[in-house]
């Protein structure tokens, strides 16, 4: 069975400094593909990357930067310089391709307050 | 904007009462999914539909039942309603299961208060 772990329940650190999200997560499909997910105070569930198990490299976008190591089974998310309107909730997610069956599994959340 | 719509976006009932939520997919989206957001169990799948027929089920109660209907909206119906019950119910769609990648488009929720 598919799981995601996010160990870090609630992160809290001052604005501009830098952060990482930490994302572990179990699979016995050799075909699966990983999200990031930020959901801010207001309650919607917003979109930020997807990348499958067959690309390793890591990528950025912005002050967002995600770093996907097979060998350790992580997806770990960090924000450069942090600003307070990145304070929310963040899920890592898995979805094994099985023509979608299933959905997205998430992990618990990580509540990450940026502090002015 | 997500592109998925649902309603209402709050809803306060009494224990023991029936209520329906909503959900328009996507333009073109076939596959609707229903999930489930509580402070205990995190955000949990409740059950996927493709294009009118059941594909898949999560952790979904006996009390609780879905449908899409021709017009691909989607209904979720929850009965017998608990205090438990009390959650942001999210609506989410994506194209179709075989070119299905996982991507979900969500909308905002419909937050459920149980009294």
Not at chain 1, 83 to 97: I, K, P, R, T, W
Not at chain 2, 28 to 52: A, M, P, T
Request: aromatic share 12%; net charge negative.
């Amino acid at each position: 069975a598919q799981k995601v772990t996010q160990a870090q329940t609630e992160i809290s650190v001052v604005e501009k400094e830098d952060v990482t999200l930490d994302c572990v997560y179990e699979t016995r499909d050799t075909t699966y593909y990983l999200f990031w997910y930020k959901q801010p105070p207001s309650g919607e569930l917003v979109f930020l990357i997807r990348r499958n198990s067959f690309d390793e490299q890591n990528e950025i976008s912005g002050r967002y930067s995600w770093n996907f190591q097979k060998s350790t089974s992580s997806f770990n998310f960090t924000i450069t310089a942090s600003q307070v309107v990145d304070s929310a909730v963040y899920f890592c997610a898995l979805s094994e391709a099985r023509g979608g069956a299933d959905g997205l599994t998430f992990g618990k959340g990580t509540h990450l307050i940026i502090q002015p | 904007d997500s592109g998925v719509t649902q309603t209402p976006k709050h809803l306060i009932t009494a224990t023991g009462q029936r209520v329906t939520l909503r959900c328009s997919p996507r333009s073109g989206d076939l596959s609707v999914y229903w999930y489930q957001q509580s402070l205990d169990q995190g955000l949990q799948f409740l059950i996927q539909y493709y294009n009118g027929e059941e594909r898949a089920k999560g952790n979904i109660l006996e009390r609780f039942s879905a449908q899409q209907f021709p017009d691909l909206h989607s209904e979720l119906n929850l009965s017998s309603l608990e205090l438990g019950d009390s959650a942001l119910y999210f609506c989410a769609s994506s194209g179709g299961p075989e070119a299905n990648t996982g991507e979900l488009f969500f909308g905002e929720g419909s937050r459920l208060t149980v009294l």
